[in-house]
Structure formats: C-alpha cells, structure tokens
C-alpha cells in the first residue's frame, strides 16, 4: 500500500511563501497513468483541487491560485512539490496531495494532510 506523506505547511505572512513537499512510500506502479494534485480543505467545506499535473505533463491550477502557485513533481525522487508565493489569508486550509488514477483504473491515494496558516 503506497502511502503519501505532506510536510512543508506552517505559518506564513501575507505576502510571503511556503513550499509544500509530498513523499510516496515507494515508487508508484504505472506511474505515468496517475495525476498527481494538490488539494485544500476548511473546516465545513468540501476539500477542492488547487493545481493537478495531467498525464502528459500539462499544469491546471485553480483560479484563485494562478500565478502565484506553481506545481512541480520529481518523479525519480517519487515527490509532488507545491511552491506557494504571495500567500493570502485566504490560502488558510489543510492541504492534501493525491495521487489518481483517471477512470479507476488504478488505486488511488490521499496524503494525511498538512496545515497551511498564513497570518500576520
């Protein structure tokens, strides 16, 4: 069972960045057939994608996140990156990586989670 592992959340100020790391457990089993993605999640709230690497390689990012979130993976590494830039008080969530498998065809995986405050 591949396991996902955030870790990089924190405070920030306004203004300022935190880059997000997600480890997999172990090399993911065809792994060109996944999309990886970052999600957030406020309390009361349904957890919502922020960015997604399609196959292909093709970045999509959430309006209220565009140009100023980049997301990046190393897949010899087996690691999904989230740089955050200029963070609002409103990028406030948990953030969650994911791991899936358009269609079903394959498992797909959560991260645990990591909290994300920016404040000043």
């Known amino acids: 069972q591949v396991q996902l592992v955030e870790s990089g959340g924190g405070l920030a100020q306004p203004g300022g960045s935190l880059r997000l790391s997600c480890v997999a457990s172990?090399?993911?089993?065809?792994?060109?057939?996944?999309?990886w993605a970052w999600y957030r999640q406020t309390p009361g709230t349904p957890r919502t994608s922020v960015a997604v690497?399609?196959?292909?390689?093709?970045?999509v990012y959430a309006d209220a996140v565009k140009g100023r979130f980049t997301i990046s993976r190393d897949s010899a590494e087996n690691t999904l990156f989230l740089q955050m830039d200029n963070l609002k008080p409103e990028d406030t969530a948990v953030y969650y990586c994911?791991?899936?498998?358009?269609?079903?065809?394959?498992?797909?995986?959560w991260g645990n989670g990591t909290q994300v405050t920016v404040s000043s």
């Open positions: 994911r791991a899936e498998s358009p269609g079903g065809v394959l498992p797909n995986y």
């Open positions: 172990e090399s993911m089993p065809a792994d060109h057939l996944y999309e």
């Open positions: 690497i399609r196959r292909g390689g093709r970045s």
